[in-house]
Every structure is written in structure tokens, then in C-alpha cells.
């Protein structure tokens, strides 16, 4: 009796080359934090406000490389493009990222500037001209496009189930919480409460921004 030819394992490589970029990430982070704090020398208040952002970018990009992107044709692509674009638009307006400036300019930088700070706060760049400014901060950015991939995937898959499926993502809870913490992160300050790190805001917004981030994986897991 012969035995059956061996199915060759395919996760194996998979997993071992995640395993070695998930390392490499690590260290380089580990890396450019000890340079931080070598060369800066800063006083640090709470050692959890210089590991958050790293929270933001591992778990965000982790999230979107793992996402499945359900096959679609070209025009429900363009659809969910659109509206997962708008969506990363209203992320960073309510927490500050951009904003319009209409009538009198109340932006408090004019023109370029660029800031050093702690990787992931850091580098910071901010635009401010008559009619538009910007502020990037890495790990808001990372995690804010992040879960627009998400989202996309989610739209994408929800396309397949016409209206009740739109009616969920529009509905579902890992959708909204980082619109309500954007709202929260621009009350406080926009940018301002970003660099003077108000007392547990960075700490809500890092839970919230986990428990969307794992709503939306779990639904596309689900689909």
C-alpha cells in the first residue's frame, strides 16, 4: 500500500517570516527609543505615554496586513474607497490633523515647522497657511490609516450583503469609537492636547483605539 504523498506545509514560512518582521520591528523600536533617551535626555513623567504610540503603529499595521480584503468588482471598490477615504478625513479633522481655515486664520503655526519629539509622537510636522493646516503626528496617522483599510474591507464585504450589510458597518461599534474619541481629542485641544498629553486621554483613546481595532478584525474574521 502506498502512502499518500505528503501535502507540503505552507503556514510554516508564513509564520516564521511574520515572527522575524514582528523582531525586527521591535528592535528597531527598541532601538530608536534608547536613542531617544540617550541624546534627549527628556524628564519623563510616565514611562506607558512613550509606548503608547508604538501600541498605535504595531497594532494598526499588524490589523491591516492580517485584514481580508474580499473580492469585489471595480465599482463597489471605488464606493468603499470613497467612503472609507472620507472617513480617515473625518478622523483626522475631529482630532485635529487638518483643519480649514475660514475667514480670520486662528492656526498657531504659519507656514512649514517641524519638531522633534519622541518616536511616534515625533516627528512632528505641521502646515498652517489662510486656508488649510495640517499636523502630522506618526502614530495618529498610522493608526488612523490603519483602520481605513479596515474599514474598506469591511465596506467591500458588507457590499455583498446589500442594505442590512451597509447598515452594520455604519452601525457597528469598531466603526464609531475612534470618531467619538476623535471628537473627544479635539475638544480637549486638537494637536495641543496631543503634545501636552492631558491626564488619561492618551490612555482612553489607546483603549479605544485596541477595542476598534479588534471589533473590526473579529467582524472581517466573521465575514
Do not use: K
Not at 66 to 92: K, T
Amino acid at each position: 500500500m502506498r502512502n499518500a504523498p505528503a501535502v507540503p506545509d505552507r503556514s510554516r514560512p508564513v509564520g516564521t517570516r511574520g515572527i522575524r518582521v514582528a523582531a525586527a520591528v521591535l528592535l528597531a523600536e527598541v532601538a530608536a527609543l534608547g536613542t531617544y533617551l540617550a541624546v534627549a535626555n527628556p524628564e519623563v513623567g510616565a514611562v506607558r505615554y512613550l509606548l503608547y504610540p508604538f501600541v498605535w503603529m504595531n497594532v494598526g499595521l499588524a490589523a491591516a496586513a492580517r485584514v481580508r480584503v474580499p473580492p469585489a468588482d471595480r465599482r463597489l471598490r471605488i464606493v468603499a474607497g470613497v467612503l472609507s477615504a472620507g472617513y480617515f478625513l473625518a478622523l483626522a479633522s475631529l482630532s485635529g490633523l487638518v483643519g480649514l481655515e475660514l475667514g480670520h486664520s486662528h492656526a498657531h503655526v504659519s507656514g512649514l515647522q517641524v519638531t522633534l519629539a519622541a518616536p511616534g509622537w515625533g516627528p512632528r510636522v505641521a502646515y498652517g497657511g489662510s486656508l488649510l493646516t495640517l499636523n502630522f503626528v506618526p502614530y495618529r496617522v498610522v493608526g488612523y490609516l490603519s483602520l481605513t483599510v479596515l474599514v474598506y474591507a469591511a465596506l467591500l464585504d458588507a457590499g455583498r450583503r446589500a442594505l442590512s450589510g451597509l447598515v452594520g458597518v455604519a452601525s457597528c461599534v469598531g466603526c464609531s469609537l475612534p470618531l467619538v474619541e476623535s471628537v473627544a481629542v479635539g475638544v480637549v485641544g486638537g494637536t495641543a492636547a496631543l503634545a501636552t498629553v492631558e491626564p488619561f486621554s492618551v490612555d482612553l483613546s489607546t483603549l479605544g483605539f485596541v477595542v476598534a481595532v479588534g471589533l473590526l478584525s473579529a467582524s472581517g474574521r466573521r465575514g
